[in-house]
């Protein structure tokens, strides 16, 4: 009932000597198989690998601060993505290792255990309060300085990032207002928020540096230039390459050498301030407030007063609250109804009750139903003993009251029908066990609505807007000077980035 099943492409070329070891039964064919959410998980690897490589060209490109900014933070969302996609193509490498050698193990082979249905998690309303000192927020001494922050959420694979904010000491929270909805998350999952902060110097201008540099050595004369030249490179090599804000093994930044996954010299480094990891526990229908490990000191450069904690609203629907469990003709007798009295429905088991309809077409119609029988985590779901003289099943549901208990019983038209019935019940009951608060009532998401277009200005904020001039604005001949340090490939993948994302 739950099986799930996946087409294999053999990764073995023809003719080759593997395939003829294949062919001589001294290998199996299976173990260079890979599934479709193999290939699937390697084609968005492939992807993420190409929209870095862009995103570094772009990075070297960038004359302005806040596309240099913006083109960092998506540098750094890019390198979660490939090192999560990477993570989960290895899990599910060893998980396929495991069932092949169990299948061989095992000939009768065994019941796969109970697992619970997924569903959809949302955060939203994220804000993250500051605590400035009074000499610098109510007596407004001292230098204005700037930090630009964004969150960074994960759940397994699945990573998004929120808007660029920038924040100074005029600011007492730091505030996001996306909705972001995780979909096919467990009900053991684990959602970690990361707050990346960056220290915006007002006087950045990377494109035009080794002009200035050069510019500098020359009125300074050429060996005193020289060696000012290249001490500047140096500290600036060292200081953009050392720097360094998670833990050893697990950088955003990647690793050195030749990992898909290193960082570019070139360019403002987020790093990271805080971070916590929400699960099913924080879930409540309400905005609530969760505690933050600082992972920064006062002495950095991307240092912010955190108060130590945020506030959100987590919220999450399992799909056992939002879709129909099991579906079906069924005779229902109901409490006050005499022995004989009998009422055809049709039955959908969804949620918190045994929603009964008249007719079938009245779910696609959205009609009222007749009656609805309350399914929670205290009713009690039983199968009677067949009728000998009727030749029927029934089952019984029993839900206690403040004055007593109430008893339904069901009557499907064959003995597989009661048995699929039963099994969706027992299902329908181990989910909301595993999903506790979550089923207790249907949490409501708030699915942002779209952006309206704007109209927009000369001056564009992202890098893409302005090296690539408007459709319809130029000719096919009226391509970019020689002279761009942007291609016409990375214009296409920048052009995908954009349209994907907003």
């Known amino acids: 009932m739950f099986c799930r099943n996946q087409t294999s492409r053999a990764t073995v070329a023809r003719g080759s000597a593997v395939e003829m070891e294949v062919r001589r039964g001294h290998f199996r064919l299976s173990v260079f198989e890979d599934s479709a959410q193999d290939s699937e998980v390697q084609k968005q690897i492939d992807m993420e690998v190409r929209v870095r490589e862009g995103a570094c060209r772009l990075l070297a490109a960038c004359s302005q601060r806040e596309q240099a900014l913006e083109a960092s933070k998506s540098l750094l969302t890019c390198n979660s993505r490939i090192l999560a996609l990477m993570s989960q193509l290895q899990r599910m490498k060893e998980a396929q290792a495991l069932q092949r050698t169990g299948r061989r193990s095992s000939a009768g082979g065994s019941l796969e255990e109970r697992k619970p249905c997924t569903g959809k998690v949302a955060i939203s309303d994220i804000r993250i309060p500051l605590m400035w000192k009074d000499s610098e927020y109510f007596k407004n001494k001292g230098e204005l300085h700037r930090w630009a922050v964004f969150c960074l959420l994960t759940v397994g694979r699945e990573i998004y990032d929120t808007d660029l904010v920038m924040v100074d000491r005029t600011h007492t929270d730091i505030c996001f207002e996306e909705t972001l909805i995780f979909a096919d998350v467990s009900s053991g999952f684990e959602l970690r928020l990361e707050l990346y902060s960056c220290y915006v110097d007002e006087e950045f201008s990377l494109a035009q540096a080794p002009r200035r540099l050069a510019r500098l050595s020359g009125s300074l004369g050429r060996s005193s230039g020289k060696r000012l030249r290249a001490a500047l490179e140096s500290a600036t090599a060292c200081g953009l390459n050392g720097s360094t804000d998670r833990e050893s093994d697990t950088d955003r930044a990647g690793s050195p050498g030749g990992s898909p996954v290193h960082a570019p010299a070139l360019g403002p480094k987020y790093h990271l301030l805080a971070h916590t990891c929400l699960t099913l526990s924080h879930v409540q229908n309400s905005f609530r407030t969760h505690d933050l490990t600082i992972s920064g000191t006062e002495d950095s450069s991307f240092w912010l007063p955190l108060y130590g904690s945020v506030c959100c609203r987590l919220v999450a629907q399992p799909n056992c609250m939002t879709l129909p469990v099991m579906s079906?003709?069924?005779?229902?007798?109901?409490?006050?109804?005499?022995?004989?009295?009998?009422?055809?429905?049709?039955?959908?088991?969804?949620?918190?009750?045994?929603?009964?309809?008249?007719?079938?077409?009245?779910?696609?119609?959205?009609?009222?139903?007749?009656?609805?029988?309350?399914?929670?985590?205290?009713?009690?779901?039983?199968?009677?003993?067949?009728?000998?003289?009727?030749?029927t099943q029934s089952i019984l549901i029993t839900n206690q009251w403040v004055h007593g208990e109430s008893t339904h019983m069901l009557v499907t038209h064959t003995h597989q029908d009661t048995h699929s019935w039963m099994e969706a019940f027992w299902q329908h009951f181990y989910d909301m066990s595993q999903w506790k608060q979550c089923c207790d009532k249907l949490m409501k998401i708030e699915v942002p609505s779209p952006r309206k277009p704007v109209s927009l200005p000369l001056k564009q904020s992202s890098l893409y807007h302005d090296i690539v001039p408007p459709s319809g604005t130029h000719s096919k001949d009226s391509a970019l000077p020689q002279s761009s340090p942007v291609s016409a490939e990375i214009q296409t993948l920048l052009s995908s980035y954009y349209n994907d994302r907003y």
């Open 328 to 391: 079906g003709k069924l005779k229902v007798q109901q409490p006050e109804d005499c022995p004989e009295s009998w009422s055809e429905v049709y039955g959908v088991l969804k949620g918190t009750g045994l929603i009964c309809y008249h007719r079938q077409e009245d779910v696609e119609t959205s009609e009222e139903p007749a009656f609805t029988i309350p399914i929670n985590k205290e009713t009690r779901i039983r199968a009677t003993e067949k009728d000998p003289v009727l030749n």
